[in-house]
């Protein structure tokens, strides 16, 4: 091949005396004439006399050979830069494994000017690309795929062809020196089988976009032997939720938790979205069930198997399942996504452990992650402790039940007949309901049934004490040894019994513990989800439509609302958890109301005493009671015969006070310090203002007591406000 340089120096005089001759010769006729030339022909340019022949042809000749010798110049050097810009691969042919690892990518980029050396012969033709300033080849299967220029790297056989994609960055390149070394390790390339050919095999890598940061700082140079003593890093596989089975990656509507305020949301989710997808994920392993019953009728089941089925008879004999839908009600997560117009799914046995509110995702006990677009928290709580059971040990506190759940309850009537001695430690609304059931069970099976509590009655922080201590008796008659004033000071295990040391001195020997003594509200997700927990009451904390972020509400025990009548509360009734689901659910698919429902909760001492309260009802409060004579009408199990069910607050009407007729007999006066309280209403007062208000068995008459509290009218005479419960009419 020749050299453009010497081409040049052998064509330019000739162009320049051709050039000369032309010019002299229209000047002449210029100065002849006096006039300027007239275009009629062509300017003749040639090397010759003027007027010879072939004298166009030789300067069409000559400018073609410079312009064609230019342009071969420039383009061997183009190819020249072009194979300096290339990158560098160590490639390593495993022959028994057929394929080919690429172990390290260097880049060197070296622009100066120097004489441009005879390329070598390429098979095929070169491709142009213009100079890039810097390169960093890194290969990812998760970043996008762009389409760019390719650039064949002549290598020794095995032949490999990659394909490196760069943005250009255009940049003016100085005279001086510039020098980028870049060394950056490449993950394993896809193995590409290839057909049998006599060539080596080729594995072409996609192309795979390059970040260039504004500034990379000059690397030192890495040896090829370097290269190939370290290994390139694999990239980390990214685990999916194909490896947990049967859990979904999406759901519209995720509800952490399976109790009754989850499952009260899902219901009006799907009310107001009937083509809604729902998914309850839940730790228990039963599907969504209703928690009443596991103190109240389930223990006075005449059938032996109750605790199994879990089929009981309410009060007015009609039998049903503490399930709320059968399991053919719900669909399988798997399918959530694929059902035509969408439904219920339960996710049982997995528990969300970590809220990344940002990614609008869960993570899962197993690992699996959920995305969703709404959340509800309906976590509930978890049965407290006492202390100095925590610190007992062992061998107590696996002699100890914290009564909450299914599990308890069958594990309680088991251990009923095996003992003979059960002490239960707490007087509120679940201790006492427990002790009335065992201890009506306590003939028969030969078992001590003991119930002991700080207070000087049962339900003391509730009931005024005229009331407390009248309860107190009625349990006393069930059969169950009653011990008040009694504070836990230690409890041991010694000769095969449990031994609960009093603050006093008292010594109580037993066989099993029931610790009934409240409940903490579960809010392990606050800190991953970055939520508020209230400090004074526990609980989420949420606003008036139990809004805890913009697409997160709180329903149930674990939430801390504003009651705009009585300031901010946390209740743990079943009523609250039907009516805060309820919304919340309603809220979550638009309705924006406010929380503004006095929640009602209700206890049963067997089928004979039962009472339901709304409000702050708290013994500490002045409170005035009204009572009447009781009929045979104004038991529990009158109350839901008339009602159809055993669950009061479903079948709670919204009638309004006024429309129901007041008494028009006087009442008697009312008389607090009565050996029998047959029937009546409890005021509880703050203020002189009605905020509390107690039924005791006097039944379907709560939206009285609730309008009465959401008046929060000053009254002058109660027993004229106990007329419109009609507790006199008989």
Known sequence: ????????????????????????????????????????????????????????????????????????????????????????????????????????????????????????????????????????????????????????ASIPEPIVETLVTEPVVEASVPESIIEVSVTEPVAEAPVVTQSEEPLAPVVESEPTPVIIAAHVPEASPVSESAAVSEPAPAAEPVESNAAHSGVPEHAHYLL????????????????????????????????????????????????????????????????RSIYFQPPSFYVSPVDLAKVENGGVAVLTGRKVVHMDVRGNKVKLSDGAEISYEKCLIATGGVPRNLQVIDRAGEEVTKRTTLFRKIEDLRSLEKISREVKSITIIGGGFLGSELACALGRRSTDLGLEVIQMF??????GKVLPEYLSNWTTEKVRKEGVNIIMDAVVKNVSYKNDKLEIKLKDGRLIKTDHIVAAVGLEPSVELAKSAGLEVDSDFGGYRVNAELQARANIWVAGDAACFYDIKLGRRRVEHHDHAVVSGRLAGENMTGASKPYW???????????????????IVDSSLPTVGVFAKATAKDTPKAATEQSGTGIRSESETEAVAGTLKAETTAPPPPIQQKEDYGKGVIFYLRDNVVVGIVLWNVFNRMPIARKIIKDGEQHADLNEVAKLFNIHED
């Open 1 to 152: 091949m020749f050299k453009c340089k010497t081409v040049w120096n052998k064509l330019a005089p000739l162009v320049r005396a051709s050039s000369t001759l032309c010019l002299q010769n229209a000047r002449k006729s210029v100065l002849r004439h006096g006039r300027r030339l007239e275009r009629v022909q062509k300017a003749q340019m040639s090397s010759g006399p003027a007027g010879g022949g072939g004298e166009n042809t030789l300067y069409y000749v000559l400018v073609g050979a410079t312009c064609l010798g230019t342009g071969v110049y420039v383009s061997t050097r183009a190819v020249k830069m072009a194979e300096k810009l290339n990158s560098t691969f160590l490639l390593k042919y495993d022959q028994n494994s057929n394929y080919i690892r690429i172990l390290k990518c260097i880049i060197s980029v070296r622009v100066k000017k120097k004489p441009v050396a005879e390329e070598p012969t390429l098979t095929e033709p070169p491709v142009e690309e213009r100079p890039v300033t810097e390169a960093v080849v890194e290969f990812t299967e998760t970043e996008p795929v762009v389409e760019e220029p390719i650039v064949e």
């Open 256 to 319: 952490i938790g399976g109790g009754t305020a989850s499952f009260a949301a899902a219901r009006s989710i799907r009310a107001r979205d009937p083509g809604a997808r729902v998914l309850i994920v839940t730790e228990a392993s039963e599907l969504p069930y209703m928690r009443p019953p596991l103190s109240k009728e389930l223990w006075f089941s005449d059938d032996p198997k109750a605790t199994e089925t879990l089929h009981f008879k309410q009060w007015n004999g009609k039998e």
């Open 454 to 459: 700080p207070e000087k009655g049962n339900m």
């Open 597 to 615: 429902h006095q929640s009602m909760f209700w206890s049963d001492l067997g089928p004979d005493v039962g009472y339901e309260a709304i409000g």
